[in-house]
Structures are given as structure tokens and as C-alpha cells.
């Protein structure tokens, strides 16, 4: 078993895979699906700290594709939802949806907090919010984020080592 994960490491050491991976699970846990991004980044840099600003930036590319992915799914939802919603459900969620409304676009950029920012995705393309807009400040908080993880842990750290 050592052997395989020795192995596993290895592979995912070397940056095609290791970037292609950090993509996937950043876009992944940018969907509704449970999950975090931030350890497999920081594995990540920690087996190769030179990828600090690649890694950056495809986990920001992969988590902002990921929640446009949930803009969309909203988008498309919109009309769907209006013919199986009681006029009950949407009083009760009309306060929150006049807050996102009132915020607009700019209510992305919270698309980074856990529980909610993946159902605030949803909800801005449910609300028919301009696409660019929220695709801009979702990279934006994700992208603040990630670089605040990383420098932080790495503050704390005293910088990336691999322990092998």
C-alpha cells in the first residue's frame, strides 16, 4: 500500500498531472458537490512550490468555471422552478432574493464562503444576473481567496516543504 501512494504522489508531483488535477477538484468543489479545494492545493505546492502562480491561477480558472457552471444551472432552472414553487416557498425567500437583486453582480464575489457561495452562484443565474459581471467577481473573491490561503499557510509554514 506505501508503494502506491508513494507512486501516486510521484505522479501527481509532476505538473501536468498535478495542475490538471488541482483543475478538476477546484471546478468540482465550486459545484454543489461537497467537497474543498484547499488541501489538494496546498499538497499541491508543497511537493512543487515553483507552481505557486500556476497553481493560483488554475484553481481560480477551475473554481470560477465551476460556479458558472452553477450560474448556468440556475439560469436554466429559472423556468422550471415557476411552475413547481407554491407562491408559499417564494415569499419566504423573497427577502434574500431582493438582497441579491439589490446587490447585483457584485453579490458573487461572496461565491468563495462555505455552505452558501455555491447556491449564491445558483441563485445569481436563477436571477438572470449579467453573465460577465459574475463571472468577474466570482474569479475575483475565489482568486483573493486561494492567494490568501496560500501565502498565509505559507506564512505559518516559514514556506513549502515536502516531508518524503
Not at 508531483?13 to 471546478?27: I, K
Not at 450560474?71 to 416557498?89: I, V
Not at 441579491?100 to 447556491?119: F, N, S, V
Request: glycine residues 10%; proline residues 5%; charged residues 10%.
Amino acid at each position: 500500500m506505501e508503494i502506491f501512494f508513494q507512486t501516486l504522489l510521484t505522479t501527481l508531483a509532476l505538473p501536468q498531472y498535478g495542475l490538471t488535477t488541482l483543475f478538476l477538484v477546484c471546478f468540482l468543489a465550486a459545484t454543489l458537490l461537497p467537497m474543498g479545494s484547499e488541501p489538494v492545493l496546498l499538497v499541491l505546492l508543497a511537493i512543487n512550490p515553483e507552481l505557486v502562480w500556476w497553481a493560483l491561477g488554475v484553481a481560480t480558472l477551475g473554481n470560477t468555471l465551476g460556479g458558472m457552471a452553477g450560474w448556468c444551472m440556475g439560469w436554466g432552472a429559472e423556468r422550471a422552478l415557476a411552475h413547481h414553487l407554491h407562491q408559499d416557498h417564494v415569499t419566504l425567500h423573497m427577502r434574500a432574493l431582493r438582497w441579491l437583486e439589490r446587490m447585483g453582480p457584485a453579490a458573487c464575489l461572496g461565491a468563495w464562503l462555505p455552505l452558501i457561495g455555491d447556491p449564491l452562484c445558483v441563485v445569481a443565474g436563477y436571477l438572470r444576473m449579467p453573465f460577465w459581471p459574475c463571472a468577474a467577481y466570482m474569479a475575483l473573491g475565489k482568486g483573493l481567496r486561494y492567494a490568501i490561503l496560500v501565502f498565509g499557510w505559507q506564512t505559518l509554514s516559514c514556506g513549502f516543504s515536502y516531508i518524503g
